[in-house]
């Protein structure tokens, strides 16, 4: 699987988008990038995941690259209880996730 | 509701002994997966299992061992043989489809 490159931490504003990128420039062609959330002393929970194309769902966007080696994941208006560590995640379909370090979201009032 | 559980939520043992945490699923996935969480790190996968009666080891296997008898459930048996068992335990499972991993609550097994 890629190896993806996350920032250790982020601050944001509450009410302000929350831009968290992510790096995969070994991405291959058959690898999705998925991305979740660890909120402290809970299980990770699933937010988005893509091939090529954005995406959007209700609770984020996903904005890839044309080349593919990037990705941001938006959370277009970020509460307190966004505070999390966000995992980047690239992995063939069907394959095992493999977890990063993360970055730590840190949204303050 | 659909979901997986974990049990017991906390847990407390002695060295030297073996200690089972819980993972059951009424999701109907096919895999299910084991990992473990020590303090401000990711997660590292321990042992997987993508259909019944059969599983792989993960990236940190030695110490544990698994069953998976029936589809619901998927047992994690931290044996005496684990160095350092203290850790949170995440239990997950994905569908066929293979896209998004549902995870339980976790595990925070102590060992004294």
């Known amino acids: 699987d890629a190896k993806t490159t996350q920032p250790p931490s982020m601050d944001c504003a509450e009410g302000r988008a929350a831009n968290l990128p992510c790096n995969h420039s070994t991405i291959s062609g058959n690898e999705y990038v998925y991305w979740y959330r660890q909120i402290h002393s809970q299980g990770p929970q699933y937010i988005i995941h893509g091939l090529k194309n954005n995406e959007t769902n209700e609770m984020a966007s996903l904005i890839i690259t044309e080349d593919r080696k990037s990705s941001t994941l938006i959370l277009p208006h970020a509460t307190l209880r966004d505070t999390a560590v966000y995992y980047c995640?690239?992995?063939?379909?069907?394959?095992?996730?493999?977890f990063g370090a993360g970055t730590i979201l840190r949204v303050k009032s | 509701d659909g979901g997986i559980t974990q049990s017991p939520k906390y847990l407390f043992r002695k060295e030297g002994q073996n200690v089972t945490l819980s993972c059951e699923q009424n999701?109907?996935?096919?895999?299910m997966y084991w990992y473990r969480q020590d303090p401000g790190q990711g997660l590292r996968l321990i042992y997987y299992?993508?259909?019944?009666?059969?599983?792989q080891k993960g990236d940190i296997a030695e110490g544990y061992s698994v069953s998976r008898e029936k589809k619901e459930s998927f047992p994690l048996t931290v044996t005496s043989a684990q160095k350092n068992p203290t850790a949170f335990y995440l239990c997950?499972?994905?569908?066929?489809?293979?896209?998004?991993?549902?995870f339980g609550s976790g595990t925070r097994l102590t060992v004294v």
């Open positions: 997950a499972s994905v569908s066929s489809e293979g896209y998004g991993y549902t």
């Open positions: 999701l109907n996935h096919d895999a």
């Open positions: 299992s993508q259909i019944v009666n059969d599983f």
């Open positions: 995640i690239v992995r063939p379909y069907g394959n095992k996730l493999v």
